[in-house]
């Protein structure tokens, strides 16, 4: 049997970056060349498992403790953000990490260091895979996937294992917000599923952001500089002063836990044109609708002070917070706390300051609470991994696939 470090290794060496700008399903076919290397490895494992035209991975291992059963689904994506590259990724294995900074080799100078992210002290000892500097590492969220595929292979190769019926699911496009829009719930045919998308070890999040995307089009007017006075519309300054008149104490980097944001995340412009493109999160749900109001009434001011149709704003929903879908079905949290303390982990419940596909599939019917993978610093050449926690992670999909069989 592999380790989940050797899948992990394998799996983040396939470029799967997504994006945002394609309306294809899934939105980059690069996704497709591991979607297609996990259903064949599922295969290999004796696993039915297809791989359907929009990029959805499902696995089926029937019940070997009788047809009733539950059926129990496990969930993870295979795309990695569009903010940073996820091609040649060079990862850094750091063998009992000793506390100190981390060497970043790809980049002279570039480290991870304990005085930025405290959070390394907690893996002291421990084995960290990091990136080089130069790319993300992916384990966002290819740690859950490797866990998912770990687990596969034990409850495969462990015929007295007793299990129900158990559902495995690999989804594209979930960091662009569309990962399960077209996924058949029906067709997955699981009672209850769990994402394995969440951070550091111990995490538990049944409740998740309200999610938008806003992107504004600012149509400036380019006028010779010698003789603008009175004429000119400079459209980056027009959208300067739209972002400034945004909260500044809500943006992301100055807000923790409900608190909700907005989040810059682009810009591209001239004197003519710009484009500026925005996220919007809150886990109110009439806090969310207040703040796609506000940021529309700042567009309609604009509008007023430099002419209509200076800015075009584009405002579109992504995901809702999946609590009022999940919280009627608590004992599936009460399962997954169970799970972690057999383990020996503490779990830590606390609401996802970001959103996987288990909200969107909750409000499919398929409630779906969200489990760590064990991933810090997602999205970025900061991010890393400990491989204990993604094995820690694999014995909780074990241990609650183990839980529902004793029902």
Same mark, same amino acid.
């Given at each position: 049997?592999?380790?989940?470090?050797?899948?992990?290794?394998? /799996?983040?060496?396939?470029?799967?970056?997504?994006?945002?700008?394609?309306?294809?399903?899934?939105?980059?076919?690069?996704?497709? @060349?591991?979607?297609?290397?996990?259903?064949?490895?599922?295969?290999?494992?004796?696993?039915?498992?297809?791989?359907?035209?929009?990029?959805? !991975?499902?696995?089926?291992?029937?019940?070997?403790?009788g047809p009733d059963a539950p059926a129990i =689904?496990?969930?993870?994506?295979?795309?990695?953000?569009?903010?940073?590259?996820?091609?040649?990724?060079?990862?850094?294995?750091?063998?009992?990490?000793? =506390?100190?900074?981390?060497?970043?080799?790809?980049?002279?100078?570039?480290?991870?260091?304990?005085?930025?992210?405290?959070?390394?002290?907690? +893996?002291?000892?421990?084995?960290?895979?990091?990136?080089? =500097?130069?790319?993300?590492?992916?384990?966002?969220?290819?740690?859950?996937?490797?866990?998912?595929?770990?687990?596969?292979?034990?409850?495969?190769?462990? *015929?007295?294992?007793?299990?129900?019926?158990?559902?495995?699911?690999?989804?594209?496009?979930?960091?662009?917000?569309?990962?399960? @829009?077209?996924?058949?719930?029906?067709?997955?045919?699981?009672?209850?599923?769990?994402?394995?998308?969440?951070?550091?070890?111990?995490?538990?999040?049944?409740e998740n952001f309200n999610a938008a995307s806003?992107?504004?089009?600012?149509?400036?007017?380019?006028?010779? *500089?010698?003789?603008?006075?009175?004429?000119?519309?400079?459209?980056?300054?027009?959208?300067?002063?739209?972002?400034?008149?945004? *909260?500044?104490?809500?943006? %992301?980097?100055?807000?923790?836990? +409900?608190?909700?944001? /907005?989040?810059?995340?682009?810009?591209?412009?001239?004197?003519?044109?710009?484009?500026?493109?925005?996220?919007?999160?809150?886990?109110?749900?009439?806090?969310?609708?207040?703040?796609?109001?506000?940021?529309?009434?700042?567009?309609?001011?604009?509008?007023?002070?430099?002419?209509?149709?200076?800015?075009?704003?584009?405002?579109?929903?992504? +995901?809702?917070?999946?609590?009022?879908?999940?919280?009627?079905?608590?004992?599936?949290?009460?399962?997954? !706390?169970?799970?972690?303390?057999?383990?020996?982990?503490? *779990?830590?419940?606390?609401?996802?300051? =970001?959103?996987?596909?288990?909200?969107?599939?909750?409000?499919?019917?398929?409630?779906?609470?969200?489990?760590?993978?064990?991933?810090?610093?997602?999205?970025?050449?900061?991010?890393? !991994? %400990?491989?204990?926690?993604?094995?820690?992670?694999?014995?909780?999909?074990?241990?609650?696939?183990?839980?529902?069989?004793?029902?």
């Amino acid at each position: 049997m592999e380790t989940v470090k050797d899948k992990f290794l394998r /799996y983040i060496a396939v470029d799967t970056q997504s994006d945002e700008n394609s309306e294809s399903q899934p939105s980059t076919a690069k996704q497709l @060349v591991l979607l297609q290397l996990l259903r064949d490895e599922l295969a290999v494992l004796g696993v039915e498992a297809t791989l359907d035209e929009y990029g959805y !991975v499902m696995g089926s291992i029937p019940s070997n403790i009788g047809p009733d059963a539950p059926a129990i =689904g496990f969930i993870a994506h295979v795309d990695t953000s569009p903010d940073a590259s996820g091609k040649d990724v060079k990862p850094q294995i750091i063998e009992n990490y000793d =506390g100190g900074a981390i060497a970043l080799r790809g980049v002279p100078g570039l480290e991870l260091k304990p005085e930025e992210f405290p959070e390394m002290l907690s +893996y002291k000892g421990q084995t960290l895979i990091t990136t080089d =500097g130069t790319t993300l590492l992916g384990a966002d969220d290819k740690a859950g996937v490797a866990e998912i595929m770990c687990a596969v292979e034990y409850i495969v190769n462990h *015929p007295e294992f007793r299990h129900g019926h158990v559902r495995i699911g690999f989804t594209p496009d979930e960091e662009i917000g569309r990962g399960v @829009v077209k996924f058949d719930v029906e067709r997955f045919g699981a009672d209850y599923a769990y994402t394995m998308d969440g951070g550091e070890i111990g995490e538990l999040e049944f409740e998740n952001f309200n999610a938008a995307s806003a992107k504004v089009h600012i149509a400036g007017r380019n006028v010779h *500089p010698g003789y603008a006075k009175d004429k000119m519309k400079n459209a980056i300054h027009i959208g300067q002063e739209f972002n400034s008149l945004l *909260p500044q104490s809500e943006r %992301p980097e100055y807000t923790a836990g +409900y608190e909700g944001f /907005y989040h810059l995340i682009s810009f591209n412009g001239t004197v003519e044109e710009a484009d500026f493109g925005y996220i919007i999160r809150d886990h109110d749900r009439a806090g969310f609708e207040k703040r796609k109001a506000f940021i529309a009434s700042v567009a309609e001011f604009v509008n007023r002070k430099y002419g209509e149709g200076t800015v075009a704003l584009t405002v579109k929903d992504q +995901y809702y917070n999946m609590r009022e879908q999940v919280e009627p079905h608590y004992h599936i949290i009460e399962k997954a !706390v169970k799970a972690m303390e057999m383990a020996g982990i503490k *779990p830590k419940i606390q609401p996802i300051r =970001g959103g996987t596909d288990g909200a969107n599939l909750s409000f499919k019917g398929l409630p779906c609470p969200n489990i760590f993978a064990g991933g810090l610093n997602f999205h970025g050449k900061m991010e890393f !991994v %400990p491989v204990e926690s993604m094995e820690a992670a694999k014995n909780v999909i074990l241990n609650i696939i183990s839980l529902f069989a004793k029902e």
